[in-house]
């Protein structure tokens, strides 16, 4: 942290040594001893919570570009059944029930994406959590 050497050490000690006199430097020492030890505890504590911040908002970053992509492949997704099911209904008087089924699966899965995207990301981690618990039994 500080580039002092031996010497300056040694000017500091006997300047401390003629001003304090040999009573109170051993104090005088240990208390900026435990002055010196508190702000480095408070600056390493400082240093975590940035570091913690800025590893939060990087991951929300993440989930913001990944929900993106996920919600504009299902746009296409859905998109593609539709014209599908529009070229159908060209041909035939009634979409298939199969077709209804598959608009009605599209329709829940981007429900949920959009309510999982609007949910904390505290709130998607319990709920990835729960399901994983669902798939694999004890």
Do not use: N
């Amino acid at each position: 942290m500080f580039d002092i050497g031996f010497l300056e050490l040694l000017i500091i000690g006997v300047v401390g040594l003629l001003v304090l006199g040999p009573e109170r430097l051993p104090k005088a020492a240990r208390t900026v001893g435990l002055w010196i030890g508190k702000i480095k505890r408070t600056v390493s504590g400082m240093q975590r919570d940035i570091s913690a911040q800025l590893e939060a908002e990087e991951l929300r970053q993440k989930l913001d570009e990944q929900q993106k992509k996920l919600d504009a492949s299902l746009q296409k997704a859905k998109q593609g059944v539709e014209r599908y099911g529009d070229a159908d209904t060209a041909t035939q008087d009634k979409a298939s029930p199969q077709q209804a089924d598959d608009q009605a699966r599209l329709d829940d899965a981007l429900a949920k994406r959009r309510e999982e995207a609007s949910a904390t990301p505290e709130a998607q981690h319990e709920a990835s959590a729960t399901s994983d618990k669902d798939q694999h039994p004890r």
